[in-house]
């Protein structure tokens, strides 16, 4: 019996420029959800939804998250900067420290045996 044709499941040749476009809509501010994007691009939701979890794991590797949010009048995608979130942990590291540095701690008496050593 032969052996049955092998699929080849190399991407698609415009992949990038899909992901360009929906990459662009999002980024535009414009408020899409799966099946929007799929009308707006004229391409199936599926491939949509296979496109938004590549570009979302692109994204995480620059240090920005591709959300979906859901407001009044639906779910939509959202890309959101780290930045902010980075600085907001900056801030408070920045904070801890100070706190660290202007408390004052009670001086440790030396115990007995230390006080021989150290002749305190």
Do not use: C, F
């Amino acid at each position: 019996m032969p052996a049955a044709p092998r699929r080849d499941h190399a991407r698609h040749p415009d992949a990038d420029n899909l992901q360009t476009k929906i990459y662009l809509r999002i980024a535009g501010g414009q408020h899409h959800n799966a099946s929007s994007l799929a009308a707006a691009v004229g391409v199936s939701r599926a491939t949509v939804i296979r496109v938004i979890t590549q570009l979302r794991r692109e994204l995480a590797r620059e240090g920005a998250d591709l959300v979906t949010v859901r407001t009044t009048q639906g779910w939509h995608y959202e890309l959101r900067n780290d930045e902010a979130r980075v600085r907001a942990r900056w801030r408070a590291a920045n904070r801890r420290i100070e706190g660290l540095l202007t408390h004052r701690r009670k001086p440790t008496r030396l115990k007995p045996d230390d006080e021989i050593i150290y002749g305190e």
